[in-house]
C-alpha cells in the first residue's frame, strides 16, 4: 500500500498550550486501522514544525511505527483562466448593475427635491386669497421624509457598488496574472500525517482505535495582563490576571482547549554534562587548558598550495 492509498482519517483540533514563543496543538482521529497499518491523518495547518510532529494510540493496545508530515497539491479546477474570464463578466455585470440601481436613485432624490408648492394664477378680477400654510407644511414634511428614506437607501447602494467594484478589480488583477500553465495561485496545497499503526497485539483488529497528534506552531503569541482593585482602608484586595492571545497559525481555535505556558517553547533541552565526585583527598580543581580536537581535514587546507610551488622571481 502505498502513501496516496493509504486511508484518510479526518482529525479534529482538541487543546493547545501556548508558549512564550509558539504553541503545542492536540488533534485526534478515530477509524478502524487498514490491513498494512497505514493511515493518512488530514486536516493538519501548513504552519506545522514537520520535525515536531509526535504520533500515538490512546489506548493499551497498538503503537505507531512510523509518522511523517506529507505536503500534498491539487489543481484547483474552478480558477482555470477560463473560469477566471467568466468570472470576470460576472463581476462586471453585477457592477453595471448596481450603478444603475445607484443612479435610479439619484434620479429619484432629484425629483422629489424638486417639489415645491406652486400657487395657482390669479387673475385681476379674482379676490386676494388666503395662502394655503397647512397644505404647504405637509407638502414640506412629505419631501423631508421621502428624501431621508431615500438617502439612506442610496447609502447602501454606494456601498454595493463600491463593494462590486473591489471584488471586480481583484478578479481583473487575478486572471492578468494567470496563465494556461497552470501557476502555483491555482494549486491547493494540504498538510497530512502518514502514520504507520501497528495493532497487532489487540484482540480485534477491526476496532476502531483512537490516535493523538501533537505538533508545534510558530505564529502563537500570549502576553499577561494584571489588575489589582483594592478599596481605600481595606486590608485585603483582589488580584485578577487576564491573558491575551493572538495567533496566525492557519487554524480556528473556538471552542478548542487553551493552555498558558510561561516556558520558552524553542529553549534546547538537552541533558547537561555532570561533573565526576571523587571521594578521598581534596584535589585542586584542574583549569581547564582550552585545547580542543583539531577538524577533520586540516592537514590537506594547504595541499594545494604546496603543490603549486615558488611563485616566479620578477
Known amino acids: 500500500m502505498t502513501v496516496g492509498s493509504a486511508q484518510r482519517w479526518g482529525s479534529t483540533l482538541d487543546s493547545v498550550v501556548v508558549y512564550e514563543q509558539g504553541a503545542v496543538c492536540r488533534h485526534l482521529a478515530r477509524g478502524s486501522v487498514p490491513p498494512g497499518g497505514q493511515v493518512r491523518v488530514t486536516g493538519l495547518p501548513r504552519s506545522l514544525d514537520p520535525g515536531s510532529l509526535r504520533a500515538r494510540v490512546t489506548g493499551a493496545h497498538g503503537s505507531v511505527r512510523e509518522a511523517r508530515v506529507v505536503v500534498g497539491a ?21 457592477f453595471t448593475a448596481a450603478q444603475g440601481r445607484r443612479d435610479h436613485q439619484l434620479r429619484l432624490i432629484e425629483e422629489i427635491g424638486a417639489l415645491r408648492p406652486v400657487a395657482p394664477a390669479r387673475r385681476r378680477e379674482d379676490a386676494h386669497r388666503r395662502t394655503p400654510v397647512d397644505a404647504w407644511m405637509e407638502l414640506a414634511d412629505f419631501v423631508d421624509e421621502r428624501l431621508a428614506g431615500l438617502h439612506t437607501r442610496l447609502v447602501e447602494l454606494e456601498d454595493a457598488v463600491r463593494l462590486a467594484e473591489h471584488e471586480l478589480d481583484i478578479a481583473v488583477d487575478r486572471l492578468a496574472r494567470s496563465s494556461t500553465d497552470a501557476p502555483s495561485a491555482h ?6 500525517a502518514h502514520l504507520v499503526v501497528d495493532v497487532s497485539a489487540a484482540g480485534d483488529l477491526d476496532a476502531e482505535v483512537e490516535l ?9 503569541v500570549w502576553v499577561p495582563a494584571y489588575r489589582l482593585s483594592c478599596r481605600q482602608g481595606a486590608e485585603s484586595g483582589r488580584l485578577v490576571l487576564r491573558a491575551s492571545v493572538a ?21 534546547g533541552t538537552g541533558l547537561p554534562r555532570l561533573r565526576s565526585i571523587r571521594i578521598g583527598r581534596s584535589q585542586p580543581a584542574s583549569v581547564p587548558t582550552g585545547w580542543r580536537e583539531p577538524p577533520a581535514g586540516l592537514a590537506d587546507l594547504f595541499t594545494g598550495y604546496d603543490a603549486a610551488g615558488r611563485p616566479p622571481a620578477t
Open 74 to 94: 491539487e489543481p484547483l479546477g474552478a480558477r482555470t483562466p477560463e473560469g477566471l474570464q467568466e468570472q470576470v463578466e460576472e463581476l462586471r455585470n453585477e
Open 247 to 267: 495567533q496566525r497559525t492557519g487554524e480556528d481555535w473556538t471552542g478548542v482547549s487553551v493552555g498558558l505556558a510561561t516556558a520558552d517553547l524553542r529553549r
Open 212 to 220: 493523538e497528534l501533537e505538533y508545534e506552531v510558530p505564529g502563537a
Open 187 to 192: 494549486v491547493e496545497t494540504t498538510v497530512s
